[in-house]
């Protein structure tokens, strides 16, 4: 006879830890399977976790309200009948709120990662503004509820986003405020509903398309360059498409190939479309913002791993960032890291781990892709003369691709080595763990690139 | 749900007709014209006619308000003649020209005229029909009476975008009306041999959307359909199909060599179902007009075609400049 540990349950693909917010059992009570026993709270939603056998509650090891319990960590002891608590020997209770657990897997740099490290100053953020931790995902809501409030033409549409409050939380709150007229639930239907978002654009309207995340919006890429990007042109200027579709793009954890893509270079590539994927929740904020006043159409990437990491972002009320200008978050002398969205993390630890072997390098995140701030990047390659672009995208006509053309015809004077690309790897993206790392970016993988352009 | 077959009854008067007449021949002559430029080298790519399809439109277009909105193919030269867009500057769209338009950059298949709520004009067979719904959902957002006309060829009728606007259009009760015109070829494909269901008016059933076949080629019956649609549309009770039987004499495109079918089943309805012909017969035979009277009207209309004609011959083509203008709506602010 064995009590059971019953674990913190792993409720998404990239879940990691979560709150322990509310216990549905008490220590003595008999439960069978299928029984609830806990509410969980996750990145994404509040989930009832549920008995998988029968048996008694024999001890609860974590208490109601902890949280960042490590995904693994025993957090109930579930008895057989007739047993005791102290006969099966319960392991030490996990500090649950003060020690998160590493994360399970992830050799590299990324688990191990500092808090986000703290934006550089920011000429428009007048000196003495209050900074507030917030997360990407709070960021993205906070720009949607402003632009909402200040313009009644502005309403979010897609699968999941009002009653469910959001597949990964982002528009969490906005159906409370905003009502149903302005929060909208579609059916599973991107190319529908792609395409009535850019006929209310058209009639002049803001949507706000979200898809889910951007693996689905190539079932409505037509409507996305064939009916928002190019009528403005083929009208002769008369009939802009003031639409943002925004969602998750790249990699999430183990969702394999279909479910793991990086869409940067394909929009990049496309006239007549303004293209962000921000990296930090002040960028995020600010450009969302951006990007609902503006009266182009604008392919706004985000990624879900980034939607839990907490920055800086200021407490203005309005701020925004204008497309086509690159952040230089950190400043150096031997080598420029160009980067954006979640590869601007592996830039930056990599960025780190070169400090620790003598190598100086210019981190850059260009947060828009169209339009480029490439005059930034030419001017730190005329002072580093070397450069590394880092991107999740595949290798073939990648942005780095773009940017490697660019300082060719326009910095190859300053060039002291070739310019490399670090992306992620020519395949579909595996769903095994250990392929998927090798598939993905690392920031040894830049710190390697960096070091073979500095010739060290 | 009504799917009935329309039983026109003819209440017109000779100021009406004589209306669709004249509008009716304005799209043949300036079909026929653009057929002509098109054959001297001056219209270049696609460029599709919309001969024998003519009642439709203009039989829409009396039912239509101020506000009201349309969309379609890129077979829609007669639907931006019908809605009153000069017939100047959509010739010199289609001979690329800056006084075109789209100022010479959207050619044949993409024209828009915010003034008089024309939304294109769309190169892409379907794509209109999601758009043409959102257009609708913007005036419902808006808490107005409008309605937008959504037309798409039998072809089109066929593509998942459609069911899924269908699905959303009356999920959310959105005023729309759904044109499919039925001109009995997707390019050189008999409507039988690539529909399942060949009675177009039915498609809607699955999602509760009442349907209506119609005499395409009688513009009083489009008239009255017209007219039950957008009555039962603007009421708020969501959206509404009508499928046009109608048929294009010209080829699919210029470039259509039309094998797909008879010479003779092409004579055969120009002789006995021809929209502007069986107009011309209610007015002589109700006495709104005499021969020279339609003669009058005829040489009006050639001369408004020519005067077309000669403008789209006569516009410069546009600066180079405008490569480069319209791309974005605003400066992109920042580099580059």
Request: one cysteine or more; glycine letters at 10%; charged letters at 25%.
């Amino acid at each position: 006879m064995m009590a059971t540990e019953i674990l913190m349950p792993a409720l998404s693909p990239t879940m990691e830890e979560g709150k322990l917010a509310k216990w549905l059992v008490k220590e003595g009570d008999k439960v069978a399977a299928g029984d609830i026993l806990a509410e969980i709270e996750t990145d994404k939603a509040v989930m009832e976790f549920e008995a998988v056998e029968d048996g008694v509650i024999g001890k609860l090891l974590v208490p109601e309200g902890a949280e960042g319990v490590a995904v693994s960590t025993p957090i109930a002891l579930l008895l057989e009948e007739g047993e005791s608590v102290d006969a099966a020997s319960a392991p030490a209770p996990a500090p649950a709120s003060t020690a998160p657990a590493p994360a399970p897997q992830e050799s590299s740099a990324a688990s191990a990662a500092p808090a986000a490290p703290e934006a550089p100053d920011d000429p428009q953020i007048p000196p003495g503004t209050e900074m507030r931790q917030t997360t990407v995902r709070e960021a993205l809501r906070d720009a949607m509820a402003e632009e909402m409030r200040r313009d009644e033409g502005v309403f979010l549409m897609g699968e999941e986003v009002a009653q469910y409050q959001g597949a990964y939380k982002v528009s969490q709150g906005l159906l409370d405020e905003f009502g149903a007229r302005r929060v909208i639930d579609t059916p599973i239907t991107e190319m529908g509903f792609a395409g009535l978002g850019v006929g209310a654009a058209f009639a002049g309207l803001r949507p706000v398309v979200e898809f889910m995340t951007f693996n689905f919006a190539m079932q409505a890429i037509d409507h996305i360059i064939n009916s928002a990007a190019k009528t403005l042109y083929m009208s002769g200027g008369q009939m802009p498409c003031p639409i943002v579709f925004r969602g998750a793009n790249g990699a999430a954890a183990r969702v394999a190939a279909q479910h793991s893509q990086d869409y940067a270079a394909w929009y990049a590539h496309v006239p007549g479309l303004w293209v962000a994927q921000p990296y930090s929740a002040a960028d995020a904020k600010g450009l969302l913002k951006s990007a609902i006043r503006s009266d182009n159409p604008v392919v706004f990437l985000e990624n879900e791993l980034m939607y839990g990491e907490a920055f800086e972002v200021p407490a203005l009320d309005d701020y925004t960032i204008p497309f086509g200008k690159a952040r230089i978050w950190r400043e150096g002398t031997d080598v420029t890291l160009v980067s954006f969205g979640i590869g601007m993390k592996w830039a930056l630890q990599a960025a780190d781990a070169l400090a620790g072997q003598g190598i100086s390098a210019e981190v850059i995140d260009l947060r828009t892709l169209r339009p480029m701030d490439t005059a930034t990047v030419i001017k730190s390659v005329q002072k580093t003369n070397r450069c590394v672009t880092v991107e999740e995208g595949w290798p073939v006509a990648s942005i780095g691709n773009h940017i490697s053309a660019v300082l060719m015809a326009e910095a190859f004077d300053w060039l002291d080595a070739p310019v490399l690309n670090v992306t992620g790897k020519d395949v579909p993206m595996p769903y095994a763990a250990n392929l998927e790392r090798h598939a993905l970016v690392t920031a040894q993988e830049v710190v390697e690139a960096a070091r073979a352009v500095a010739y060290r | 749900m009504a799917k009935t077959k329309s039983t026109p009854k003819t209440n017109t008067s000779g100021e009406e007709l004589r209306a669709f007449y004249r509008q009716m021949l304005l799209i043949r002559r300036f079909e026929e014209k653009a057929g002509q430029l098109y054959g001297m080298g001056l219209i270049g790519g696609f460029c599709h006619l919309y001969i024998g399809q003519e009642a439709v439109v203009v039989g829409l277009e009396a039912v239509a308000r101020e506000g009201d909105k349309r969309i379609t193919s890129y077979r829609d030269h007669g639907h931006m003649l019908a809605c009153g867009m000069d017939p100047k500057g959509v010739m010199a769209e289609l001979t690329g020209r800056a006084g075109g338009y789209s100022k010479g950059k959207g050619g044949s298949m993409h024209m828009f005229s915010r003034e008089k709520d024309f939304y294109g004009g769309h190169g892409i067979v379907g794509a209109q029909v999601p758009i043409g719904t959102g257009l609708a959902f913007a005036d419902k957002y808006r808490g107005n009476d409008n309605v937008t006309f959504t037309y798409f060829g039998d072809g089109a009728a066929n593509q998942g975008q459609v069911y899924e606007s269908f699905n959303m259009a009356e999920l959310w009760q959105l005023p729309v009306i759904y044109v499919i015109e039925n001109n009995q070829y997707a390019m050189g494909t008999a409507v039988t041999r690539a529909s399942s269901t060949p009675e177009l008016y039915t498609r809607g059933e699955a999602f509760n959307i009442p349907g209506e076949q119609v005499d395409g080629m009688d513009v009083l019956a489009v008239r009255d359909a017209g007219r039950r649609a957008a009555e039962f549309v603007r009421a708020g009770k969501g959206p509404y199909i009508l499928e046009m039987k109608t048929y294009r004499y010209r080829g699919h495109s210029m470039s259509d060599p039309a094998k797909y079918r008879t010479r003779e089943e092409v004579q055969k309805v120009r002789a006995e179902r021809d929209a502007i012909d069986h107009v011309r017969d209610l007015l002589l035979q109700g006495k709104h007009a005499d021969e020279a009277a339609l003669k009058e009207i005829d040489k009006e209309i050639k001369a408004v075609v020519n005067e077309a004609a000669e403008f789209a011959r006569e516009s410069p083509e546009p600066d180079l400049s405008e490569l480069w203008s319209d791309i974005y709506a605003e400066a992109a602010g920042g580099a580059e």
